[in-house]
């Protein structure tokens, strides 16, 4: 093992932990647990593979990029808008 690499217990060993651990903790608690167990499981899964870039784990984790305010910005600059403008309305 390297330095500073930590391995990931075998399936078996984290579904006895999860065994073990949901009569002890509340249901929300044993939910989360599940969560980051299956989470581990799946990155280290990816990593295994090493076909796996730092963009789609970055995506895996934190989902789709989405709007940023420099995108709605340049929208906003090339439909004439400007940022904070409203469109005009005709005069009554």
Same mark, same amino acid.
């Given at each position: 093992?390297?330095? *500073?690499?930590? +391995? #990931? +217990?075998?399936?078996?060993? #984290?579904? *006895?932990f999860l065994k073990v651990l949901k009569p002890m903790v509340p249901a929300s608690v044993y939910a989360i647990a599940l969560v980051l167990v299956r989470t581990a499981q799946m990155l280290f899964e990816e990593l295994v593979k090493k076909k796996v870039s730092v963009a789609r784990l970055r995506r895996l984790?934190? *989902?789709?990029?989405?709007?940023?305010?420099?995108?709605? %910005? %340049?929208?906003?600059?090339?439909?004439?808008?400007t940022s904070g403008s409203r469109p005009s309305t005709a005069a009554r």
């Open positions: 093992m390297k330095p *500073g690499t930590l +391995p #990931l +217990p075998s399936a078996e060993v #984290l579904q *006895g984790l934190f *989902g789709a990029s989405t709007e940023t305010t420099s995108r709605l %910005a %340049a929208r906003a600059g090339s439909s004439g808008q």
